[in-house]
């Protein structure tokens, strides 16, 4: 198993950490990944060091992943078996346990903060295809249409899946996602995805899902995933990893143990972020790359 365990920044400082999803990248498009996702980070950062909200910041950060044309989030998401973009993102804050969520969505390139709306609502937490839609359109989102959000890589990643064929290495991944802690100890996560090309229509993965793709709790922490989402969503891998925190292992432990019990049980890989209650963050992986980068007050750091 490939493993990152990391660990930067001191405790009780700010700090957002970001990921452009597990998967394989190839060598020579890696910088690239790394530096889309240092430029997320940072704009999580400014949105920290203005006094915005750990909130403020995940959301922040993912949007700029979403607006990213190499990821598989928002422009650039990859297509379904009918050649479509079915959208699916999550966000939560660990003070009162908010949250909210969009899934199946298509034509609008910012489900992220369509997600946030729904958190701010407060009426429901997901909403799912024509009603995510809605939803976005009574919140004054307004539709791109689908075709701005395709790109060619996104049409050969579903050729490559039709075929068989294993999907070319220089594809970002499954998901994008960020946790922060802010000035104020309050945590947040986000995650955003396409989901898998040549998915079945409807189908949803762990990304909106609370527990499984995201989960934020400031007696504990905040974690988003990335990966085999079925697998996720079965061993509820966001809310696990959480737990683990909750129970005494740092941000890179949790990361780790929880990264190895997904390969132990389930024999499926993927990636995991997290930040603990005292501003400690992690990460592991147990595919080949995963994109991310992290920043707080102590300064930056990126990789794949």
């Known amino acids: 198993m490939h493993v990152i ?3 930067g920044g001191r405790g009780g400082q700010r700090c957002i950490v970001v990921h452009g999803g597990a998967g394989d990248v190839a060598p020579e ?6 530096a889309g996702c240092l430029l997320a980070a940072r704009a999580g950062a400014r949105a920290l ?3 915005g909200s750990a909130l403020d910041a995940v959301e922040r950060a993912v949007r700029v992943l979403e607006d990213d044309p190499l990821f598989n989030a928002g422009t650039g998401a990859v297509l379904n078996e009918e050649g479509h973009v079915e959208l699916d ?3 939560m804050e660990g003070r009162g346990l ?5 899934c199946a969505l298509s034509d609008f390139a910012e489900p992220i903060a369509i997600a946030r709306a729904a958190l701010e609502d407060g009426r429901h937490v997901l909403y799912a295809a024509h009603g995510a839609a809605k939803f976005a359109r009574m919140k004054g989102f307004v539709p791109v249409g689908e075709a701005a959000l395709i790109t060619e890589a996104a049409r050969e990643a579903l050729a490559a899946a039709q075929q068989g064929a294993r999907r070319a290495t220089s ?5 994008v996602g960020a946790v922060a802690r802010d000035a104020s100890g309050l945590t947040a996560a986000a995650t955003s995805t396409g989901g898998t090309a040549n998915k079945r229509v409807g189908r949803v993965g762990d990304s909106p899902l609370i527990g499984a793709g995201t989960y934020a709790d400031d007696d504990a922490g905040a974690v988003s995933t990335t990966g085999y989402g079925e697998g996720m969503i079965r061993l509820v891998t966001a809310h696990s990893a959480v737990e683990r925190m909750r ?4 941000a890179a432990d949790a990361a780790r143990e929880i990264i190895a019990h997904l390969a132990a049980r389930l024999d499926v890989t993927g990636g995991v972020i997290a930040v603990d209650r005292n501003g400690r963050f992690g990460l592991a992986r147990s595919t080949a790359t995963m994109s991310w980068a992290a920043a707080g007050d102590w300064g930056e750091e990126s990789g794949v």
Do not use: N
């Open 29 to 34: 498009r890696r910088p690239l990944h790394a």
């Open 49 to 51: 060091a203005e006094g």
């Open 171 to 175: 594809w970002a991944g499954s998901t």
């Open 247 to 250: 129970a005494g292992s740092s």
């Open 98 to 102: 908010r949250a909210g969520a969009v």
């Open 89 to 91: 993102a999550s966000i």
């Open 5 to 7: 365990h990391q660990l």
